[in-house]
């Protein structure tokens, strides 16, 4: 499992193998998960590369879409190569796809299939051993096909350096797992949120699990006191309490949290505190005490501190830096009307 976290947190550079009659949304969408997460960050963190054996164009499916493309030695260093397929699959796994495939496992290069893409892999005997995602309608004719291959019922499959992916929608929730593992959870939740593949902002928390549960994260007992957490940040929890509710042990839960996020549940719970607390800076007229009280902190000291320690600036400085902002904006003899606002109370889970 560690080398799989490893493998994925270090994907930068993603090179996509189009074959002919390839399906378009499948490479949309993973791209656009790309493209988006470079947005939100404001860097390239991300690079791709769409790729044939010629370096010439691929058509798509559809029979009205070209992707310009280059060839494997063109694309440069690539991290992760998936392949992209379609319907028409047989067809086109010819020597030379089989031969790039190998070739590129050779050089270490991580594979990976979209849609029919995984189908290209087996038939190159690259997925022997491995688990995989494949299509419902196709997965009893590839038992009988490649009977080295564990098909499990799943979106996507990612085991060891093997990425296998099912068709339509699938890839978006694939990438975003991609982009939660390098770049963090709420990185992935930005981009679900803004590719409306879950609902806004104020969604409730199941829909949070079941955003979750596509982001690839192993245990739900995770899933849930991540849940816990976000609604219950002005009366928080103790953590063995939020352990016990999710049915394991704070040995446990401390054990998930390092392993599938890369922190502690106390530091991602403070984290979750302290970004609330900023959305109620820069978006409430809220006194600092009362903005502490209502993200749990037992006094506006611990909370300036722990606020500081996390942005690198104190909640008053933070209030005075937007109200500047606000007022060389405007000009100063401008005067803003700010309407009442109440503070929910955040509801406790009741068992």
Same mark, same amino acid.
């Given at each position: ?16 193998? +189009? ?65 992209? *397929? ?11 796809? !089989?031969? !790039?495939?190998? %070739? ?11 849609? *029919? ?5 087996? /038939? ?24 080295? $291959? ?12 093997? @990425? &296998?992916? &099912? *068709? ?27 590719? +409306? ?18 982001? *690839?994260?192993?245990?739900? +007992?995770?899933?849930?006191? =991540? ?7 002005? /009366? ?21 949290? %390092? ?6 549940? &106390? ?12 959305? !109620? ?6 006194? $600092?005490? %009362? @903005?502490? #009280? ?18 690198? =600036? ?21 005067? &803003? ?5 109440? #503070?929910? %109370? ?6």
């Amino acid at each position: 499992m560690e080398r799989t976290r490893t493998t994925l947190r270090a994907i930068r550079r993603i090179g996509f193998l +189009a074959l002919n009659d390839f399906t378009m949304v499948a490479l949309s969408c993973a791209i656009e998960v790309l493209r988006m997460a470079n947005q939100i960050s404001q860097k390239e963190d991300y690079a791709w590369s769409v790729i044939t054996p010629s370096g010439r164009t691929a058509y798509a499916g559809d029979g009205l879409t070209q992707a310009r493309a280059v060839s494997y030695p063109d694309a440069g260093k690539l991290d992760v190569v998936l392949v992209c *397929g379609g319907a028409k699959r047989p067809a086109h796994f010819d020597d030379a796809v !089989l031969a !790039l495939l190998r %070739q590129i496992e050779r050089d270490g290069v991580v594979l990976g299939g979209l849609s *029919g893409g995984t189908y290209a892999l087996a /038939e190159a005997g690259l997925l022997d051993g491995y688990k995989c995602a494949i299509d419902r309608d196709d997965a009893e004719l590839v038992r009988q096909t490649y009977p080295h $291959i564990t098909i499990q019922d799943s979106p996507f499959v990612i085991d060891r350096n093997r @990425i &296998t992916c &099912t *068709g339509g929608i699938a890839p978006i929730h694939l990438m975003l797992s991609l982009v939660a593992s390098g770049f963090g959870y709420e990185r992935a939740v930005e981009i679900s949120d803004r590719l +409306a593949a879950e609902k806004a902002r104020d969604r409730d928390p199941h829909d949070k699990i079941a955003t979750a549960r596509r982001f *690839g994260l192993e245990h739900m +007992a995770l899933i849930e006191i =991540v849940s816990l957490m976000e609604t219950n940040l002005e /009366e928080v929890l103790p953590l063995t309490e939020l352990a016990r509710l999710a049915g394991i042990s704070l040995r446990q839960a401390q054990r998930i949290f %390092q392993d599938s996020l890369g922190t502690t549940p &106390t530091k991602h719970y403070l984290s979750l505190r302290l970004k609330r607390a900023r959305e !109620l800076i820069f978006q409430t007229p809220l006194s $600092i005490t %009362q @903005i502490s #009280v209502a993200c749990g902190f037992e006094s506006p000291g611990h909370f300036s501190r722990s606020y500081k320690a996390f942005y690198g =600036v104190t909640p008053s400085g933070e209030r005075k830096q937007k109200l500047d902002g606000e007022r060389g904006a405007k000009g100063s003899s401008s005067t &803003t009307a700010v309407e009442p606002y109440r #503070v929910a %109370q955040n509801r406790r889970y009741a068992p």
